[in-house]
C-alpha cells in the first residue's frame, strides 16, 4: 500500500491518492468528516479554520460505502481559494498586482528560505503553499481510511497531547484506548487531565499576546497489535524504523521516541527491559513496556507507543530578524496568519500517520486484496501466536 497527496495550501483543493486497500473495506465517510473536524481544532489555532470546514469527497475506488480495490482517491476542497484564486489561479500568467505581493523576507524556522535556495524561486510563496501543514488535512482524511481498516482487524489507536511548552499534561500513560479516548474527550487541549486545562489556556493566551508560539509532546497509543509485525533481517523492514519516518516526515517534528525513548539510554537494563511471561489464556505477553512494543524492529504484542516532539510554530507574530531577497536588507520576516500552537491538531496528524504505517505492514504482510480474507488471515496468524 502506498500513498500520495497534491495541493496547495490556497490553492483549490487537496488530493489524495491511496493505492493496495483491499477490496470490501467498509469506509464511513462521517468518519473521515470527524477526523477532519477534530484537526481543525484544539485551543491556539488561527483564522484560517474560521474559514474552512473540511469534508472529504470521495471520487473513485468507492462504490455504495466499499472499497472496489481499485485506487481510493480523495479531495477536499480549500474554502480559502476563492479568496486566494488570482494569486493561486493554476493557469493566468502573474498580474503585475501579484508580482508586488510577492512573499520576500524567509521566516526563520520554516520552509522559505531553502525551498526559495533549491528550487530557485524568487517568490517564496511558491514554497510555503506546499510546506504549509494545510496538507496534513489530506494525511487524515487518509489515516482515518486506514484507521477505519485497522479497527475492522480489531487494532485500535488514539493520539494525545501529553506536553505543551513546558507543561507536562499527564503523570499517568494509561495504554487503554478507550479509556484515553473518554478522557480527552472532556476538554479542547486533548490532555487526559482536564484540571490542566486553564493553566495551558492561559500559557497560550499569554504567548500569543506576547507574539510567540509553542511547541510540545504528542503521544501515539495502539492497542491489540499483533506480535511480529515488522522484521529484524534487513534494516530497512523494521517497522519502528518506518513508523520513525512516518512521524518526522509531519511538518514541524524534531523528535521521535518508541516507549521510554531517550530516559531508557539514562535506565538500568533491569529498568527498561521488559520480563516475559505467559499464560495458558492470553499466550505470550510482558510484565512491563519500556520498549513501546517493539523488539527487534518487529512488534511485540504490547500496546505500540510513540512519542513525538514539535517544535514551536516558527511563524512569529513578534517576527525575528530576516533579510529581503531582493534588497539583501535585515528586515523583519515575512508573517503569514499564523497558530500560536498547533499540538491538538498535531496529534491528530500522527495518530494518523502511525495508522497509515500499520496499515501499510499488515497489507504488505498479509494476502490482502480482500477485506474479509483479510479478516481471516489476520485470525489464524492470532491464533497461532498464541499457540505458540
Ligand atoms: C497541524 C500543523 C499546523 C501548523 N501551523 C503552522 C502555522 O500556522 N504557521 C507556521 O508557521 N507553521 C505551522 N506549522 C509548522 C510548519 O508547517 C513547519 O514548521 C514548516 O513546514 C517547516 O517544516 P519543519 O518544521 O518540519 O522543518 C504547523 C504544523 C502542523 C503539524
Ligand atoms: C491551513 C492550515 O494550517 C496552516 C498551516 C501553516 C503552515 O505554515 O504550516 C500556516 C497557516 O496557513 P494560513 O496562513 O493559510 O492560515 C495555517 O493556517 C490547516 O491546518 O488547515
Redesign the pocket.
Known amino acids: 500500500m502506498y500513498f500520495l497527496t497534491a495541493g496547495e495550501?490556497?490553492g483549490p483543493q487537496l488530493t489524495g491518492i491511496i493505492e493496495g486497500l483491499p477490496a470490501g473495506l467498509e469506509i464511513n465517510v462521517e468518519l473521515i468528516n470527524q477526523a477532519l473536524a477534530a484537526?481543525?481544532g484544539g485551543y491556539g489555532?488561527?483564522?484560517?479554520?474560521r474559514?474552512?470546514h473540511?469534508q472529504v469527497q470521495i471520487v473513485g475506488g468507492l462504490r455504495h460505502g466499499i472499497t472496489l480495490g481499485s485506487p481510493l482517491a480523495l479531495t477536499i476542497q480549500?474554502r480559502?481559494h476563492a479568496h486566494w484564486s488570482k494569486i493561486m489561479d493554476p493557469i493566468s500568467p502573474e498580474t503585475a498586482e501579484n508580482t508586488l505581493r510577492r512573499v520576500d523576507r524567509p521566516r526563520p524556522g520554516?520552509a522559505d528560505l531553502v525551498g526559495g535556495m533549491k528550487y530557485r524561486h524568487r517568490d517564496l510563496r511558491n514554497v510555503?503553499e506546499r510546506?504549509?501543514?494545510?496538507e496534513?488535512?489530506m494525511r487524515v482524511a487518509i489515516g482515518s481510511v486506514c484507521k477505519q481498516l485497522l479497527n475492522q482487524l480489531d487494532i485500535g489507536l488514539i493520539g494525545y497531547v501529553q506536553q505543551i511548552g513546558k507543561i507536562t499534561c499527564s503523570k499517568d500513560f494509561p495504554t487503554n484506548v478507550a479509556l484515553i479516548e473518554e478522557k480527552i474527550a472532556q476538554n479542547d487541549l486533548r490532555i487526559l487531565d482536564n484540571q490542566q486545562a486553564s493553566d495551558i489556556h492561559k500559557l497560550i493566551d499569554d504567548t500569543k499576546r506576547a507574539g510567540n508560539t509553542l511547541g510540545g509532546i504528542i503521544r501515539v497509543v495502539a492497542e491489540n497489535v499483533p506480535a511480529g509485525l515488522g522484521s529484524y533481517i534487513s534494516w530497512d523492514t523494521k517497522l519502528d524504523a518506518k513508523l520513525a519516518a512516518a512521524v518526522m516526515g509531519v511538518?514541524?517534528m524534531k523528535g521521535v521516541a518508541i516507549g521510554d525513548g531517550f530516559t531508557a539510554a539514562t535506565n538500568l537494563g533491569s529498568e527498561v527491559m521488559d520480563p516475559i511471561t505467559w499464560n495458558e489464556k492470553d499466550g505470550w505477553s510482558r510484565l512491563s513496556n519500556h520498549l513501546g512494543g517493539f523488539e527487534g524492529g518487529m512488534t511485540n504484542g504490547m500496546p505500540i507507543i510513540v512519542q513525538a516532539a514539535m517544535k514551536p510554530?516558527?511563524?512569529l507574530y513578534k517576527a525575528l530578524q530576516s533579510v529581503n531577497l531582493k534588497t539583501r536588507e535585515i528586515q523583519k520576516a515575512n508573517v503569514?496568519?499564523?497558530?500560536t500552537t498547533?499540538i491538538v491538531?498535531a496529534s491528530i496528524v500522527i495518530e494518523s500517520v502511525v495508522a497509515i504505517e500499520l496499515a501499510k505492514v499488515i497489507t504488505d504482510t498479509f494476502e490482502s486484496s480482500n477485506m474479509s480474507r483479510l479478516q481471516r488471515e489476520m485470525a489464524d496468524y492470532r491464533q497461532e501466536l498464541k499457540e505458540y
Do not use: K
Not at 489555532?45 to 479554520?49: A, E, I, P, T
Not at 503569514?336 to 497558530?339: A, F, K, P
Open positions: 495550501s490556497h484537526r481543525q489555532r488561527g483564522n484560517r479554520q474559514i474552512e473540511d480549500n480559502d520554516h510555503l510546506s504549509s501543514a494545510r496534513t488535512a511538518n514541524a510554530i516558527p511563524t503569514e496568519r499564523s497558530d498547533a491538531p
